[in-house]
């Protein structure tokens, strides 16, 4: 099932408010968006304009305060706790900023995490986290724990635990950040190659050379949704003043 024109992510007048009367917070005023099959959507903005909140309402992560969000056609608030995680398992692959391995687990065992806690087999998960693995070059390193991996290796197991199994919806909030160039390369084509398998993909980022990797550029400011089609030359005009 999918939703709108066929569109993975659906994101529809979603507002988001933190607190209330003089002291809230608007992160997100009615904002609308669509990524469909194959597509892959960078976001930019200048610091605090509401994208890394625009990610997780996406992946579940958040509820909106008012809107609509569908991923594959499901709408986000008719599921509970254990729906949300359900689909984030099955459906939605996170990148998140800071990675969040389990340092007690190894490579190998991050990645075939979401698969066992779905039910998958332990030697079918292993299996899958393995060829994850090797797809981001990590093969001959899945038994060694995070803290004897460089910080690009760690990246990449992320990487790996994102896409491992059927992901429809690949949402990466700057998975670039902490990566020197060359590597930082490595994983936006890894991410381009997923999506250009049929997934659908939303990608935080700051650097206009990150978005070159999508077909399509929005723009955030002060939570709205100021620009969806703008060229990448456009990039410094509207992120002047954002203190990056």
Do not use: C
């Amino acid at each position: 099932m999918s939703g709108a024109d066929g569109a993975i992510l659906d994101v529809r007048g979603v507002h988001r408010t933190h607190g209330t009367g003089p002291a809230a917070v608007h992160a997100l005023r009615g904002v609308s968006l669509a990524v469909r099959p194959g597509e892959l959507v960078a976001v930019m903005g200048p610091s605090g304009s509401g994208k890394s909140t625009l990610l997780a309402l996406a992946g579940g992560l958040d509820s909106p305060t008012a809107g609509e969000v569908r991923v594959d056609g499901q709408p986000l608030a008719a599921l509970d706790r254990r729906g949300l995680a359900r689909l984030r398992r099955r459906r939605v692959g996170y990148i998140f900023q800071d990675l969040n391995l389990l340092g007690s687990l190894t490579a190998v065992e991050n990645v075939a995490l979401p698969l066992e806690l779905d039910g998958t087999g332990v030697r079918r998960a292993r299996a899958l986290a393995l060829a994850a693995l090797a797809e981001v070059g990590l093969s001959e390193l899945g038994d060694r724990f995070p803290d004897q991996l460089s910080g690009g290796q760690q990246q990449r197991v992320a990487i790996a635990r994102a896409l491992v199994g059927e992901r429809r919806l690949v949402l990466a909030d700057e998975p670039t950040g902490a990566l020197d160039s060359q590597t930082g390369e490595a994983v936006l084509h890894l991410l381009r190659r997923r999506v250009d398998t049929g997934a659908g993909g939303l990608l935080v980022t700051h650097e206009a050379r990150h978005a070159g990797w999508a077909d399509r550029v929005v723009f955030l400011r002060d939570g709205v949704l100021v620009d969806s089609t703008a060229p990448l030359g456009s990039v410094e005009q509207l992120l002047s003043g954002s203190g990056r």
